[in-house]
């Protein structure tokens, strides 16, 4: 399992990315796919999560200005992030899971793709 994601880069206040993860997996439409943040010092933190079935979840500080997408198709989970803010600023990671019905835990994460808001 692969999960390459990209997209990250250097944005003014304000403005936007699209940040993509494309896996190279079995089954991508089952797992539930999620985008996390870390920064020096913290703890990895929960961005936006969607569902095999394509329900949204979103940590508080992003709601309305993130948006998580997914494309079964292309195996590929998108992050549009509008109106950006210093804190924003992080190393954006896309994560893979899923429960089997047998109760086992299947977890994976990609490479992680910087995201650098400046003043």
């Known amino acids: 399992v692969q999960l390459q994601a990209f997209g990250g880069g250097l944005v003014q206040a304000g403005g936007s990315l699209r940040l993509s993860c494309a896996a190279s997996?079995?089954?991508?439409?089952?797992?539930?796919m999620g985008w996390y943040r870390q920064t020096p010092g913290k703890q990895r933190e929960s961005v936006a999560l969607?569902?095999?079935?394509?329900?949204?979840n979103y940590g508080d500080s992003v709601k309305g200005r993130f948006t998580i997408s997914r494309d079964n198709a292309k195996s590929t989970v998108y992050l549009q992030m509008n109106s950006l803010k210093l804190e924003d600023t992080a190393i954006y990671y896309c994560?893979?899971?899923?429960?089997?019905?047998?109760?086992?835990?299947?977890?994976?994460w990609g490479q992680g793709t910087l995201v650098t808001v400046s003043s």
């Open positions: 997996m079995t089954m991508f439409s089952a797992y539930t």
């Open positions: 969607i569902s095999s079935g394509s329900i949204t």
């Open positions: 994560n893979a899971e899923r429960t089997s019905a047998r109760g086992t835990k299947f977890s994976y």
